[in-house]
């Protein structure tokens, strides 16, 4: 079928994106908002708004009757969950088909699949796609964690099956700190997901955070290279970037046909992401997990290739095939993104909500900022303190640092504190200029460096 009305079920930079790219395609847009975001840039710029209650996301962002209900009062086809909220929620993925909507994203069936850690473990391992070593399954007891712990040896991960964002996550050194994290995990994975089963990975010492972007129709997938995501603080990602600066053209050429190996087996459709940790010693990879919708870092991907991931996803969404074969795919330059939250990284990146006073968007060519931020807006305190990604772009690395540079210069949001110090310090760094870092080179870089960020 034909999308004609799309409902956005999100907010902030990511459904002003999707507006965007609706419009382009002569599709009506429905922004559903809290009522903390009836002001926001996305309701401003949609067709039609819906108010789906109350600032608290649970009553409001959460809630799948709510969001089902404004969809059939704004006369909708189809429904785009954004990324975070409901996006990975193959509960509200079948609740969108049975009401007679089109869901923007994968099947429920595969979200499921893929959504539990441990059944994708299983599903790579079938693929023929190189895991970590740790748990086959699912791990519910302490005891069956020491049997494991007992093969791969420490320091070992213990992760939640569900969920994501780095949430119950402990890392172990020794069997004591093992003995004292593991029921931290599951308390916070069962608060968090409502699911308080854990699995367990061998910690890969120097290990580098690389993904790959795939696209599918059901039948057939595609995928766009690779991204960086190794600079990240409390395991969120900060700083991202495509090609990877240390990738080999034949680790490269491995990685991402195991990627589109693993997404035709679960029969994927949409805009996904497979994450791979990387040892750069050994030229060794190893799939961790994969994301079932379009992810925050997205823009570097298509500043490299030309695809407009978010137009693509719609449009196979609507019954479209994949206007793309593998060999139309090409990657040229390089691109950089990094987050600007409203934190101060001079306080342990307290969150600063508040009125912004003044705007100043950066331009020229190769830069681009995806935001929600106009002059006068109020950033409300109860979401997400993402306030827009800053985007660059230059024929090699060297270029797009220097051009990150300049407008981070030229970026100005007055009235909130942001996390643009932090950057400015980055990329005068000399690892960052030479890409040598691994995901947990930051937190040691801000033991050292996080007070001169104010």
Same mark, same amino acid.
């Given at each position: ?28 847009? *429905?922004?559903? /908002? ?6 926001? =840039? ?32 704004? %006369? ?21 088909? *049975? ?66 964002? %780095? ?7 020794? $069997? ?19 699911? %308080? %089963? ?10 580098? /955070? ?66 791979? =940790? ?10 961790? $997990? ?5 992810? *925050? ?9 030309? *695809? ?50 003044? =705007? ?88 050292? /460096? ?5």
């Amino acid at each position: 079928m034909s999308i004609k009305t799309l409902l956005i079920a999100n907010r902030g930079e990511i459904a002003v994106r999707i507006i965007r790219a609706a419009r382009e395609l002569g599709i009506r847009t *429905v922004q559903v /908002h809290s009522k903390a975001d009836a002001d926001s =840039l996305a309701a401003k710029l949609a067709d039609e708004t819906v108010d789906i209650g109350p600032a608290q996301a649970a009553k409001s962002y959460l809630s799948i009757p709510n969001i089902i209900d404004a969809a059939k009062k704004s %006369g909708a086809d189809a429904i785009h969950p954004g990324y975070g909220f409901l996006a990975e929620n193959a509960e509200f993925a079948d609740a969108v088909t *049975v009401a007679g909507f089109v869901f923007v994203g994968p099947s429920a069936n595969a979200i499921r699949l893929m959504g539990d850690k441990v059944a994708a473990r299983q599903a790579a391992a079938a693929a023929g796609v190189p895991t970590v070593p740790g748990s086959d399954g699912r791990v519910d007891d302490v005891e069956t964690a020491r049997n494991v712990v007992a093969r791969t040896g420490y320091p070992v991960m213990i992760k939640a099956a569900a969920g994501g964002g %780095g949430r119950g996550i402990r890392i172990a050194e020794n $069997e004591a700190e093992f003995e004292r994290l593991m029921p931290q995990a599951q308390a916070e994975a069962l608060a968090a997901f409502g699911d %308080g %089963g854990l699995y367990l990975e061998r910690v890969i010492e120097g290990a580098r /955070h690389i993904e790959v972007q795939i696209l599918g129709d059901g039948e057939n997938v595609v995928h766009c290279f690779e991204r960086e995501c190794s600079l990240q603080r409390r395991r969120q990602k900060v700083w991202e970037e495509a090609p990877s600066p240390v990738l080999p053209a034949d680790i490269r050429d491995q990685l991402c046909r195991s990627a589109v190996a693993l997404a035709k087996a679960v029969h994927y459709r949409g805009a996904g992401t497979l994450e791979y =940790l990387y040892d750069d010693k050994t030229r060794e990879f190893y799939f961790i $997990e994969m994301n079932t919708r379009i992810q *925050v870092e997205h823009p570097v991907t298509e500043f490299i290739t030309g *695809v407009d991931l978010v137009r693509e996803m719609i449009c196979v969404a609507g019954g479209a095939k994949l206007r793309y074969r593998q060999e139309d795919i090409g990657r040229r330059g390089h691109a950089i993104e990094v987050r600007i939250n409203a934190e101060d990284p001079s306080q342990n990146f307290m969150p600063n909500p508040g009125v912004v006073n003044a =705007l100043h968007i950066p331009g020229g060519i190769g830069v681009r900022f995806d935001t929600l931020l106009y002059a006068g807006y109020v950033i409300p305190p109860f979401y997400d303190s993402l306030l827009g990604k800053l985007i660059v772009w230059d024929d090699d690395r060297r270029g797009a640092i220097a051009r990150l540079k300049r407008a981070l210069g030229e970026l100005k949001i007055e009235g909130v504190k942001t996390t643009k110090p932090l950057y400015l310090a980055l990329v005068e760094d000399a690892d960052v200029q030479a890409g040598q870092f691994d995901t947990r080179w930051l937190e040691r870089w801000l033991e050292e /460096h996080a007070a001169r960020l104010g």
